[in-house]
């Protein structure tokens, strides 16, 4: 679980296999509602989302 730097509401990163590859699943708060990208107090709750995902999408290059 990550906060989001939006009071007590938290995204997720749910990591599995499937089809012989690691994947991974984002959860986050409802975009239309929070809106993470655009709020200051969110930017170190998503760069730290970001670095989780990170080995997920160079495992695509």
């Known amino acids: 679980m990550f906060p989001t730097g939006w009071g007590n509401y938290n995204a997720e990163v749910i990591t ?9 699943l984002l959860r ?9 990208f655009s709020r200051p107090q969110c930017a ?3 760069q730290r989302i970001a670095e989780a995902l990170e080995p997920f999408l160079r495992e695509r290059e």
């Open 16 to 24: 599995f296999s499937s089809a012989g590859r690691d994947r991974a």
């Open 28 to 36: 986050l708060p409802h975009l239309s509602t929070y809106k993470l």
């Open 44 to 46: 170190a709750a998503l």
